[in-house]
T-cell receptor, first 111, second 115 residues
Framework: GENVEQHPSTLSVQEGDSAVIKCTYSDSASNYFPWYKQELGKRPQLIID?????GEKKDQRIAVTLNKTAKHFSLHITETQPEDSAVYFC??????????FGTGTRLLVSP | GAVVSQHPSWVICKSGTSVKIECRSL??????MFWYRQFPKQSLMLMATSNEGSKATYEQGVEKDKFLINHASLTLSTLTVTSAHPEDSSFYIC???????????FGPGTRLTVL
């Protein structure tokens, strides 16, 4: 079945450091890969997404890379700030089908 | 744009009662709406996918007779938890998508507590 592995489950960094979260997916036909940030008790917030025809996308301090051959994609956050602390979820989907979510990474940025 | 609301934001009910949660797309017509359940410190688990005017498609292991989904219009979907029990206590989140992109727009969630 469809599944996605997400690592690490928790990540603690110092303010200003970089953070990298990696996800590996199973469905080679997947073509949409979003990343969500979720604060406690809040809705998931889309922070960046990438489609299968692109290898990398960047938006200020956030970037996502996609390796279709290896079937993994990664979230990169540079110059982390305490307000980046949250749970991050990767997801993937194929066509107009449902999103499959990763298990989540709890990121803690210490001042 | 692309705002999704949910009502209520939280609800406490007694075991055995039914609870209805509404999900509305406020500024767009949603061809598809999704219902998720999220237990503490866990990921979002898709419960069902609903399209306006047709029966919802439930994920494996989700009881369709317990979690009734109605998608009466392109802007409203409802989830009714029937005969709720304490193990149904969870954070229920809906999302809506516009035909075309894969992106889903999430509602703020409803926290259900069953006593």
């Amino acid at each position: 079945g469809e599944n996605v592995e997400q690592h690490p489950s928790t990540l603690s960094v110092q303010e200003g450091d970089s953070a990298v979260i990696k996800c590996t997916y199973s469905d080679s036909a997947s073509n949409y890969f979003p990343w969500y940030k979720q604060e406690l008790g809040k809705r998931p917030q889309l922070i960046i997404d990438i489609r299968s025809n692109v290898g990398e996308k960047k938006d200020q301090r956030i970037a996502v890379t996609l390796n279709k051959t290896a079937k993994h994609f990664s979230l990169h956050i540079t110059e982390t700030q305490p307000e980046d602390s949250a749970v991050y979820f990767c997801a993937f989907s194929r066509g107009f089908q449902k999103l499959v979510f990763g298990t989540g990474t709890r990121l803690l940025v210490s001042p | 744009g692309a705002v999704v609301s949910q009502h209520p934001s939280w609800v406490i009910c007694k075991s055995g009662t039914s609870v209805k949660i509404e999900c509305r797309s406020l500024d767009f017509q949603a061809t598809t709406m999704f219902w998720y359940r999220q237990f503490p410190k866990q990921s979002l688990m898709l419960m069902a996918t609903s399209n306006e005017g047709s029966k919802a498609t439930y994920e494996q292991g989700v009881e369709k007779d317990k979690f009734l989904i109605n998608h009466a219009s392109l802007t409203l979907s409802t989830l009714t938890v029937t005969s709720a029990h304490p193990e149904d206590s969870s954070f229920y989140i809906c999302s809506a998508s516009i035909e075309g992109p894969n992106e889903q727009f999430f509602g703020p969630g409803t926290r259900l507590t069953v006593l």
